[in-house]
């Protein structure tokens, strides 16, 4: 049962106008929503972080501010800041954590820090290439002091720290774990259920990852909502369609002419339903680790690079699809750096030739696959090679991963950063293009390719736009999330005088998980709640946003961690539901959790 657009439907112009990846500047939410304070500027100064280097992968630090030519749109721009910065290492605050975006701010002062989401994609990380022991390397030897590290893995994500102890603990136990939870994945998302099943992670798969987080000496974690894809239902479509074909064809296989009758195009000839559903499954989620990474980092200052780590890369049945992921990047100053761990292109598991029963003691040689599989398979590469050079990042496969780390390390060990204001102010929405070149031939320059031209939205408020960002995330974001559990009962109540329709809800929510202050003989907290109430078709029908602030004493605080604390709510209601869904945010720990319940009818 998929309930991802319940909450879509009302808040898509929202999130496509702070993902700014798509349609006009200009629309606002539903009316009914609370307005995220935001400013606009009129001249928008358009950072561009530039990293040359030579043949050797080296950084280039001698250039000056007239060996760059910028062009927007194949128009030269005029470079209103340039500096050049060599990161040097330093003790950072204890507890420090990466700086949010600030109202009226051009973004050109220096940084001597680096932010690293490292992405632990899908499939087989550590053999052949030892693509986690270059990650532990990378934490454990190559990081400044200074430098913020954070880990995302399938749908949860550690805070950013400059602890590496802390990252160290994820990293390790995703090693050890990773063999085990990839069988399970492999095996529950293969076949039919692959194509047509939900991608809602199995409860008792969702324990054993939740089990390498959660540590009581490691970093604080959560579940991270979906990011936005805004091709995924054009993906969905081709995918489904090639998907369909396949199937059919294996069906018919003996008959002639197959190839004709289902429309298949030569090169799938050769690949299997389940090796291609196989495949897409795991693209499916490393895009989605993908986009989500991108919303997390978003709103943090300057440049921020995203490391992932793949088996297979990523399969995406049109080139097209590789920009839009890069486009979205770009706009935010996200790097994609990404690394291929398969090695040569191999069959879908290590240790079987079947996708659908991998990881199960067939530790027999693997035959060559066949040269279609091979091409799909470099293909699958190739997506992410270019995804990585149109944001700006380093990508390598089929070379030992510790190469890989070494690569990006040197290159974001010094940088220019450039900044103009652009010749067009009509602020449209659409993506600009940038080239960056330099006067001094055979180097390589690095830089994000773009940004969505709209004037600059920069909340004022933290809270109200962290609040809004992360409750509408966890909205859309299909199945319940527990890093605050919740229990929601729904009662229908009498209409009103108008006739219109009412609910009580009644919801209990686990305060073990929230962060309180103590305030004299008081514990505090400040909770940011919303309902939304959808009908059969996930249209919503009604919905309610509210702030309850706790004011505990020790007496009532105790009994309310061993019970848990009640709200109460009433909601109004256009027509019938059949879910209602609760989200609780707290800003204080910047965590979310949520409950779905199914409307009985009376």
Same mark, same amino acid.
């Given at each position: 049962?998929?309930?991802?657009s319940?909450?879509?439907?009302a808040?898509?112009v929202?999130?496509?106008?702070?993902? !700014? !990846?798509?349609g006009p500047?200009?629309?606002t939410p539903?009316?009914e929503?609370?307005?995220?304070?935001?400013?606009r500027?009129?001249?928008?100064?358009v950072?561009?972080?530039?990293r040359?280097l030579?043949?050797?992968?080296?950084p280039?630090?001698?250039l000056?501010? %007239?060996? #760059?030519?910028?062009?927007?749109?194949?128009?030269?721009?005029?470079?209103?800041?340039?500096?050049? =910065?060599? $990161? &040097?290492? *330093?003790?950072?605050?204890p507890?420090?954590?990466?700086?949010?975006r600030?109202?009226?701010?051009?973004?050109?002062?220096?940084r001597n820090?680096?932010i690293?989401?490292l992405?632990l994609g899908r499939?087989r990380?550590q053999a052949?290439?030892?693509?986690?022991d270059?990650?532990?390397?990378?934490?454990r030897e190559?990081?400044?002091?200074q430098?913020?590290?954070?880990?995302?893995?399938?749908?949860?994500?550690?805070d950013?720290?400059?602890?590496r102890?802390?990252?160290l603990?994820v990293l390790?136990r995703?090693?050890r774990a990773?063999n085990?939870?990839?069988?399970? $994945?492999?095996s529950?998302?293969?076949?039919?259920?692959?194509?047509y099943?939900?991608?809602?992670?199995?409860?008792s798969?969702?324990k054993?990852i939740?089990?390498?987080?959660?540590?009581?000496e490691?970093?604080?974690?959560?579940?991270?909502?979906?990011?936005?894809?805004?091709e995924?239902?054009?993906?969905a479509v081709?995918t @489904?369609?090639?998907?369909?074909?396949?199937?059919r064809?294996?069906?018919?296989?003996?008959?002639e002419?197959v190839?004709?009758?289902?429309? /298949?195009?030569?090169e799938?000839?050769?690949?299997?339903?389940? *090796?291609?559903?196989?495949?897409r499954?795991? =693209?499916?989620?490393?895009l989605?680790s993908?986009?989500?990474?991108?919303?997390?980092?978003?709103?943090?200052q300057g %440049?921020?690079?995203?490391?992932? $780590?793949?088996?297979r890369? /990523?399969?995406l049945?049109?080139?097209?699809?590789?920009?839009s992921?890069?486009?979205?990047?770009?706009?935010?100053?996200?790097?994609?750096?990404?690394?291929? &761990?398969?090695?040569?292109?191999?069959?879908?598991?290590?240790y079987s030739?079947?996708?659908?029963?991998p990881?199960?003691?067939?530790?027999?040689p693997a035959?060559v696959?066949?040269?279609?599989?091979r #091409?799909i398979d470099?293909n699958?590469?190739?997506?992410?090679?270019?995804?990585? @050079?149109?944001?700006g990042?380093?990508?390598s496969?089929?070379t030992?991963a510790?190469?890989?780390? @070494?690569?990006i390390?040197?290159a974001?060990?010094?940088?220019?950063l450039?900044?103009?204001?652009?010749?067009n102010?009509?602020?449209n929405?659409?993506?600009r293009r940038i080239?960056?070149?330099?006067?001094?031939?055979? $180097?390589?320059?690095?830089?994000?390719?773009?940004?969505?031209? @709209?004037s600059?939205?920069?909340p004022?408020?933290?809270?109200q #736009?962290?609040?809004?960002n992360?409750?509408?995330?966890a909205?859309?974001?299909?199945?319940?999330?527990?890093?605050?559990? /919740?229990?929601?009962?729904?009662?229908p109540?009498?209409?009103?005088?108008?006739g %219109?329709?009412?609910?009580l809800?009644?919801l209990t929510i686990?305060v073990?998980?929230?962060a309180?202050?103590?305030?004299?003989?008081?514990?505090?907290?400040?909770l940011?709640?919303?309902?939304?109430?959808?009908?059969?078709r996930?249209?919503?029908?009604?919905?309610?946003?509210?702030?309850?602030?706790?004011?505990?004493r020790d007496?009532?605080?105790?009994?309310?961690?061993?019970?848990?604390?009640?709200? &109460? !709510?009433?909601? &109004?209601?256009?027509?019938?539901?059949?879910?209602?869904?609760?989200?609780?945010y707290?800003p204080?720990?910047?965590?979310?959790?949520?409950a779905i319940?199914e409307?009985?009818k009376?």
């Amino acid at each position: 049962m998929r309930h991802t657009s319940l909450v879509r439907r009302a808040f898509m112009v929202f999130i496509v106008a702070m993902t !700014a !990846a798509a349609g006009p500047a200009g629309q606002t939410p539903v009316p009914e929503k609370p307005q995220v304070p935001a400013i606009r500027t009129g001249i928008t100064m358009v950072p561009i972080d530039v990293r040359v280097l030579d043949r050797e992968g080296k950084p280039v630090t001698d250039l000056k501010q %007239e060996d #760059f030519i910028v062009l927007e749109d194949n128009v030269r721009q005029k470079i209103e800041h340039f500096s050049a =910065t060599g $990161l &040097t290492p *330093e003790t950072p605050t204890p507890g420090a954590r990466p700086q949010f975006r600030r109202p009226n701010d051009p973004e050109t002062a220096p940084r001597n820090q680096r932010i690293f989401l490292l992405v632990l994609g899908r499939g087989r990380l550590q053999a052949p290439t030892k693509g986690m022991d270059a990650l532990i390397g990378l934490v454990r030897e190559r990081l400044l002091p200074q430098d913020q590290v954070a880990v995302l893995a399938y749908n949860r994500a550690t805070d950013f720290t400059t602890d590496r102890a802390k990252i160290l603990r994820v990293l390790e136990r995703f090693k050890r774990a990773n063999n085990s939870l990839e069988s399970k $994945l492999a095996s529950h998302f293969s076949g039919l259920q692959a194509n047509y099943g939900s991608r809602k992670i199995p409860d008792s798969i969702q324990k054993d990852i939740e089990g390498v987080f959660n540590d009581a000496e490691g970093p604080a974690n959560r579940e991270l909502p979906t990011g936005t894809n805004l091709e995924g239902q054009k993906i969905a479509v081709d995918t @489904r369609r090639t998907a369909d074909d396949l199937l059919r064809a294996e069906t018919v296989r003996d008959r002639e002419n197959v190839i004709n009758e289902v429309g /298949l195009i030569s090169e799938f000839t050769e690949v299997t339903f389940d *090796e291609y559903v196989f495949q897409r499954a795991q =693209t499916d989620m490393d895009l989605t680790s993908i986009y989500s990474g991108i919303e997390y980092m978003r709103y943090l200052q300057g %440049e921020k690079h995203l490391v992932l $780590l793949s088996e297979r890369g /990523l399969y995406l049945p049109r080139t097209e699809y590789d920009n839009s992921i890069a486009a979205v990047a770009s706009d935010a100053r996200v790097v994609i750096d990404t690394i291929h &761990t398969g090695g040569t292109a191999n069959p879908p598991s290590p240790y079987s030739v079947s996708p659908t029963r991998p990881f199960q003691g067939m530790r027999t040689p693997a035959p060559v696959p066949p040269p279609t599989t091979r #091409f799909i398979d470099n293909n699958a590469a190739q997506s992410m090679a270019n995804v990585s @050079r149109l944001t700006g990042g380093i990508s390598s496969r089929y070379t030992y991963a510790d190469t890989a780390m @070494r690569r990006i390390d040197d290159a974001t060990r010094f940088q220019y950063l450039l900044a103009y204001m652009p010749a067009n102010t009509n602020w449209n929405g659409r993506f600009r293009r940038i080239v960056v070149r330099v006067n001094r031939p055979g $180097l390589t320059v690095l830089y994000r390719h773009g940004y969505f031209g @709209r004037s600059q939205l920069v909340p004022f408020d933290r809270r109200q #736009f962290m609040t809004y960002n992360r409750i509408v995330s966890a909205g859309n974001h299909e199945g319940p999330i527990r890093d605050i559990p /919740l229990t929601l009962k729904v009662t229908p109540l009498a209409p009103t005088d108008t006739g %219109e329709g009412q609910l009580l809800l009644d919801l209990t929510i686990d305060v073990s998980q929230i962060a309180f202050t103590r305030v004299e003989d008081r514990h505090t907290a400040s909770l940011e709640l919303a309902f939304f109430c959808g009908d059969p078709r996930q249209t919503v029908v009604g919905e309610l946003w509210q702030k309850t602030d706790l004011k505990l004493r020790d007496e009532t605080y105790q009994r309310s961690l061993k019970d848990g604390y009640v709200h &109460t !709510a009433t909601v &109004t209601i256009s027509a019938p539901p059949k879910y209602v869904k609760a989200v609780v945010y707290d800003p204080n720990g910047d965590v979310v959790g949520s409950a779905i319940v199914e409307v009985k009818k009376p």
